[in-house]
């Protein structure tokens, strides 16, 4: 394996640690706000009602959570769909995070939720980039 492929190679397996630890997490991370509604204040905006946090969990779980691990079993079995879930991901991921960081600046508090996110906005562009020349064998 040369250079180029084996550095390719770590990539892809970074890439799919890091969207199966993500997928876990977001499942967790709404179990805990399911299961502990307290918890829901340092994640909601200054003043909003708890709904304007929690019309986020659909889109969290299907697109995000699930989307991880579909990207992550994409990219581990080579199937020529996967860096286009990885891309979709990506997105889900820079605007909730996006959202999350001008919510935390604009309105107060949540930075929790802003600072969670933050490596969103970093590793998935970045492994959407890495990965794009890849050759799905």
Known sequence: MGTAQTRHFRVRRLAILYLVVQGVAVFAWWALL???????????????????LLAFMPGDLIVYGAGSLLAAYGLAH??????????VNAGAGVYAALYGLALSLLGG???LGAVMMAPALVVLPA????????KIK
């Open 34 to 52: 399911l299961l502990h509604p307290e918890a829901r204040e340092a994640f909601a905006a200054s003043g909003a009602p708890e709904t304007t």
């Open 78 to 87: 080579g199937r020529a769909w996967g860096w286009a879930a990885l891309c």
């Open 109 to 111: 508090g949540a930075w």
């Open 127 to 134: 492994l959407v980039w890495l990965l794009r020349l890849e």
